[in-house]
């Protein structure tokens, strides 16, 4: 309550078995209501009448460039530990993700072919690049099939190899990782490497290996760059 009502927020997006509660709440009543579990179906999706809303004349181009966004306003809350390793709360806005997405799609040229495996965790701030860039380009998320593959190499590799993916987001240490088994990784072309120091070392490990093609990026954390 109280980050909301720092962040003033214009709606509340909340899954279907939340409902009931949502509408006791004091949100309820002065928030718009978005469910995302039956959007086309929920009575009070943007206070308007089922359907009337999401009309698709809404998503054409010139609607959206019609809208007149202030990028500075607040657009997420994620809980991180950053470098101080105490969770605390992270107020991220507009111009912050769409500066990032923007770039790395325009500098690295990726295209509706864009296959990215995702391996952070959605309650992570970095998972928004995860979703946003193949969603900005066209291109496919795909997940991992269980939680423990990322700690087993083999699996991870099979992984990647079977679902074609050409793109990663890792940390250092998930990556140091794919240096103990280092079979071809046939499809992918770039690893955005954040959040942790990464190693000449494991560098220059990597470019020895027979991965040698897969192009890597270092870069800093959204926390630090928004």
């Known amino acids: 309550v109280d980050i909301a009502n720092t962040v003033k927020p214009c709606a509340v997006i909340y899954a279907l078995q939340y ?18 579990d039956s959007l ?11 359907h009337s809303s999401l009309t698709p004349s809404l998503f054409t181009e010139k609607a959206l460039l019609d ?3 202030d990028t500075s306003l607040p657009c997420y809350l994620f809980f991180t530990s950053g470098t101080t390793a105490t969770p605390k709360a992270i107020q991220g806005n507009l111009d ?3 500066h990032f997405i ?5 500098s690295f040229k990726f295209s509706k072919s864009l296959r990215l495996g995702r391996l952070t965790k959605s309650v992570y701030d970095a998972s928004l690049r995860d979703f946003f860039l ?12 269980t939680s423990d593959t990322a700690l087993h190499t083999k699996k991870m590799l099979m992984w990647l190899n079977s679902n074609y993916i050409s793109i990663l987001h ?28 990464v190693y000449p070392l494991d560098v220059k490990k990597w470019f020895l290996s027979s991965n040698a093609t897969v192009e890597l990026i270092n870069m800093f954390g959204p926390t630090e760059t928004v």
């Open 19 to 36: 409902e009931k509660q949502i509408k006791k709440s004091r949100w309820g009543e002065s928030l718009k209501q978005i469910c995302v």
């Open 170 to 197: 890792m940390v250092p240490s998930l990556f140091r990782a794919l240096l103990m088994d280092q079979p071809p990784i046939k499809h992918l072309k770039h690893i955005f490497l954040a959040g942790e120091i």
């Open 96 to 98: 912050g993700i769409s």
């Open 134 to 145: 193949p969603l900005f380009c066209g291109g496919t998320i795909i997940d991992m099939p």
């Open 102 to 106: 923007l770039w790395q799609s325009d």
């Open 67 to 69: 809208k007149k966004i």
């Open 40 to 50: 086309w179906n929920c009575s009070n999706t943007f206070n308007e009448k089922p």
